[in-house]
């Protein structure tokens, strides 16, 4: 199933994994973002897509983007290989990229993209831009994404001395810019795709989070870390994180992006 809509909370659960997913619009005028998921006994799919509001057509792109990941599934694809997860986001970033409306003009759109498949304990992702997607396991915690937006390459370029410090400042305030995203038209090269070319073993009690950037903005690593060590329900563990954001928004007077979570815990 995929969905944009506002305030969605859904539950579902295999022999494997537990998984919640919710969507909340904030203080934006339309919910761009649109997540999809596909469960059977031993195989999950969840894809969680941002459309970028700096774009005229963030939603439709976001859309494009999970129906074609979830579709590939459908069709076959067992995702179980790093070239099979690839293939649907280049056919997305493809159609988006040569999208016209009904004047012949380009559509002007695009989005982030984060997905896992799980299959027999087995986890692979992949992601464009700055969509998220992140590993909790006995306190400790990892970001198995790479945040592909100007900070990341401000971060790389001076550590590799390509830039000084003066060069790095002087450019901090561009850095949520993406560099990267679906609708670009450039993402046939891997090198522009995240992802991982060996299957991730999870294990009894891992968490799994995949979230658009209208999450972390606002919850530190540290703050979702803590969390997750304290609500041990996917259910409560979910809600808990919203209340905290809703709350941290409210009293450092955060705007609230689009957002959308997909926390999946592992039997």
Not at 72 to 94: C, H, K, L
Not at 190 to 218: A, C, H, P, R
Not at 247 to 262: H, I, P
């Amino acid at each position: 199933m995929w969905s944009q809509k506002d305030n969605d909370i859904i539950r579902d659960t295999n022999a494997e994994i537990e998984i919640v997913i919710y969507s909340v619009m904030g203080d934006r005028d339309e919910q761009q973002d649109t997540f999809g998921y596909l469960i059977e006994d031993h195989k999950c799919l969840c894809v969680v897509s941002d459309g970028m509001g700096g774009l005229d057509n963030g939603r439709k792109a976001s859309e494009c983007t999970v129906k074609e990941l979830l579709g590939a599934y459908v069709q076959g694809g067992t995702f179980s290989n790093e070239e099979e997860m690839i293939e649907p986001v280049r056919r997305a970033d493809d159609r988006i990229f040569h999208e016209r409306d009904q004047n012949g003009n380009s559509l002007n759109a695009g989005c982030t993209v984060v997905g896992v498949m799980i299959r027999n304990y087995l986890l692979n992702w992949v992601s464009i831009g700055d969509s998220r997607a992140y590993l909790f396991r006995d306190g400790k915690y990892v970001q198995l994404t790479k945040d592909q937006n100007y900070k990341t390459y401000l971060d790389e370029s001076l550590r590799a001395g390509a830039i000084s410090e003066e060069e790095y400042q002087a450019g901090a305030s561009q850095q949520e810019a993406l560099i990267n995203y679906v609708g670009m038209g450039m993402i046939r090269d891997t090198e522009f795709i995240d992802s991982n070319k060996e299957s991730l073993q999870l294990q009894s009690g891992d968490v799994v989070l995949l979230m658009s950037d209208g999450v972390y903005k606002i919850l530190s690593d540290e703050e979702m870390n803590r969390i997750i060590g304290n609500v041990p329900d996917i259910v409560n563990l979910a809600q808990t994180l919203e209340m905290k954001m809703v709350s941290k928004a409210k009293t450092y007077q955060m705007g609230r992006d689009n957002t959308t979570l997909a926390v999946i815990k592992v039997k």
